[in-house]
DNA sequence: CGTATGCTTGAACGTTTTCAAAGTGAGTGG
DNA sequence: CCACTCACTTTGAAAACGTTCAAGCATACG
């Protein structure tokens, strides 16, 4: 196996603190795939056999009911997810699926319990992990029910912005249809909410937003750390 | 200190692993307090110094913004509250309301993470419990985005007949005001959608709920383990 | 080029909220 | 014991919000 992806692994928050040898221990049956873009990588209510990494690329979290699906969060390198599922030793909430080529670590789900249940550091770093994943998504619980889908995506533009080191313009991260899954909205509601924006000074063209006067759309996005800071 | 309250603490999971020395070092400069029903034991955006216990009563989380409110969860005895905040030393994300008289034990959040840095088995123990609470909320996600305000309802009144042992009526646990915030609807919603489930076998009289044709009822909700099971 | 895909637009529809008003019921004080 | 009050719930009508369906546009890709 080559073991070029270890030092990736190890960087991570999650992995950092723990001993030498419970790590090899948990990297022992560990591989890495690379997939082509679009390939649901799990699905919900599969048993939870690998806690997955994602090293490059893209992933997308959803979940389907009744014929319906929505986009639950959008995860880039280098963060682990289903973790939850994982410790629990419970089925996956959500399906995932590759958005472009991705290379996946994946570490056999019993192993990272054993060792949870050997090492003190390595549960010390899943709880600061899901607290953090936990927080965030009461945060995206609240965008849901207190926002309106205008006031969510003016939020999210913010918060973009933020990301893009406060450029004035910057490029959003994926297809729109998508991003109008994630905000809890239709394709067709997303493109008249960006129209809407316009007058507080959001201009669109194709995937490229420039946000020409931050604190009138501020006025209206009202953002508040307790839902949008993502540090927090 | 009186220390009845010792043993309820020490029988939640999230405490009945853990050594001695250390549950008492937790619970030396711990205690309990009464509240009257209608105050606001914390509020969003706080330090988060105590992590909270509630043994009796109930209590609402909720959260705030722009003038809006809507209800997150009703806690009832005996669980915690709060937890991630403590890990995290970060700021509540909700605020909490007594709904009821009810006694509250408070431990000192800087407490929990110095045992916490120290006794493996209590960090094992909290993982264990945030990746419940995690999923959970990711639960609570996907029913508000994937089902219209009939469907959440119709879930949620199979989800109390469950919780009633299954039994053909059983009264509403709270006021439909706060039901119609939980579900994320307003109450003249709330009111309609109980009428619009009359055809399926749903009779109100005033709390009290009998659902005369639960697979009738269930052909509309189309209720999952992945979304409706609490101990999954 | 032609075709597939995603995005936009318009119109109709359905759902949900808002506002106003009336009904209900529990608790209080006369 | 009754009348009053207050809070919650219900109802109705109108408006706002969001979705659906259908068609047209743009762009990228073979």
Same mark, same amino acid.
């Given at each position: 196996? =080559?073991?070029?992806?270890?030092?990736?692994?190890?960087?991570?928050? !999650?992995?950092?603190?723990?001993?030498?040898?419970?790590?090899?221990? &948990?990297?022992?049956?560990?591989?890495?795939?690379?997939? =082509?873009?679009?390939?649901?990588?799990?699905?919900?209510?599969?048993?939870?056999?690998?806690?997955?990494?994602?090293?490059?690329? /893209?992933?997308?979290?959803? +979940?389907?009911?009744?014929?319906?699906?929505?986009?639950?969060?959008t $995860?880039?390198?280098?963060?682990?997810?289903?973790? +939850?599922?994982?410790?629990?030793?419970a089925?996956?909430?959500?399906? +995932?699926?590759?958005?472009? /080529?991705?290379r996946?670590?994946?570490? =056999?789900?019993?192993?990272?319990?054993?060792?949870?249940?050997?090492?003190?550091?390595?549960?010390r770093?899943?709880? +600061?992990? $899901?607290?953090?994943?936990?927080?965030?998504?009461?945060?995206?619980? /609240?965008?849901? /029910? !207190?926002?309106?889908?205008?006031?969510?995506?003016?939020?999210? $533009?913010?918060?973009?912005?933020?990301?893009?080191?406060?450029?004035?313009?910057?490029?959003?991260?994926?297809?729109?249809?998508?991003l109008?899954?994630?905000?809890?909205?239709? =394709?067709?509601?997303?493109?008249?909410?960006?129209?809407? !924006?316009?007058?507080?000074?959001? &201009?669109?063209?194709?995937?490229?937003?420039?946000?020409?006067?931050?604190?009138?759309?501020?006025?209206l996005?009202?953002?508040?750390? !307790?839902?949008?800071d993502?540090l927090?």
């Amino acid at each position: 196996m =080559p073991d070029s992806f270890f030092e990736e692994v190890r960087g991570l928050h !999650l992995f950092s603190e723990m001993s030498e040898e419970n790590f090899s221990a &948990l990297m022992r049956a560990a591989y890495v795939q690379n997939f =082509p873009p679009q390939i649901e990588l799990i699905s919900e209510g599969d048993p939870s056999d690998f806690l997955h990494v994602v090293l490059s690329g /893209k992933v997308d979290l959803f +979940a389907r009911w009744n014929g319906h699906e929505t986009s639950m969060a959008t $995860l880039r390198p280098v963060s682990t997810f289903i973790l +939850a599922a994982t410790i629990r030793d419970a089925p996956y909430l959500m399906s +995932a699926r590759t958005l472009e /080529k991705s290379r996946i670590a994946l570490i =056999p789900s019993q192993d990272v319990r054993a060792i949870f249940d050997i090492d003190g550091d390595f549960a010390r770093a899943i709880v +600061a992990e $899901l607290a953090l994943a936990y927080r965030s998504v009461v945060k995206a619980q /609240k965008d849901l /029910k !207190l926002r309106s889908s205008l006031e969510r995506l003016a939020n999210y $533009l913010l918060r973009q912005q933020d990301r893009a080191h406060g450029a004035e313009d910057f490029t959003l991260p994926y297809e729109k249809r998508r991003l109008a899954s994630l905000l809890g909205m239709t =394709p067709e509601n997303l493109s008249r909410a960006l129209k809407a !924006l316009k007058p507080y000074g959001v &201009l669109v063209d194709g995937n490229r937003i420039s946000i020409t006067d931050r604190a009138d759309l501020e006025g209206l996005a009202k953002p508040t750390p !307790l839902i949008d800071d993502f540090l927090l």
